[in-house]
């Protein structure tokens, strides 16, 4: 079986079960909207060929999915290879491409299905870890969810979040 590509990071910092990451820039496909968890075809559809010059883009890992109170979105991360300039463009016009910015991320390990209460869980618990460090945080958490839904065993996710933070 051959390997998927995961989202590059650099671990700058470990403290309890949180670690803060540099993000470097990456792609992404992204897909808004008012009901939680949709967008998955949309977005999978389009890196199946769905986009102006019918490539095929190879899955990566995480999937990101952000919960909010009016909206919702699903996003992948594009491989490594694809910038802005070589990036196919979606035929779906509900789907917006853009380049994620670099930046520090504080993040906590989660397995099994991912699930409200564990995303609620596991992010107050990000929070009172980076209020106890005092490292100031801001935006919407996101979820990434690393393993397809047919694997049963070992599954990984993630809670992230946006810091404040200088070398």
């Known amino acids: 079986m051959s390997q998927i590509e995961t989202q590059s990071f650099k671990v700058i910092k470990k403290f309890k079960e949180v670690e803060l990451r540099l993000y470097p820039p990456v792609m992404m496909a992204e897909y808004i909207s008012k009901k939680p968890g949709s967008g998955f075809r949309k977005l999978f559809e389009y890196i199946s060929g769905n986009n102006n010059s019918n490539t095929k883009i190879s899955m990566t890992t995480p999937v990101h999915i952000k ?11 594009l491989p ?7 990036s ?21 390990k989660y397995s099994g299905y991912t699930d409200e209460s564990k995303e609620e869980e596991f992010t107050d618990k990000l929070k009172n870890i980076l209020t106890e460090f005092s490292i ?3 935006g919407q958490p996101t979820i990434l969810v690393y393993n397809s839904p047919y694997k049963f ?7 992230l979040i946006s810091v404040n933070y200088k070398k």
Not at 67 to 77: H, I, L, P, Q
Not at 80 to 86: G, S
């Open 67 to 77: 919960k909010g109170t009016k909206e919702n979105s699903m996003a992948f991360v």
């Open 80 to 86: 490594a290879k694809f910038k802005p300039k070589n």
């Open 88 to 108: 196919p463009i979606p035929n779906d016009n509900s789907l917006e491409l853009y380049q994620g910015k670099s930046g520090f991320f504080a993040a906590i």
């Open 136 to 138: 100031h945080f801001s």
């Open 153 to 159: 065993f070992n599954r990984r996710n993630e809670i």
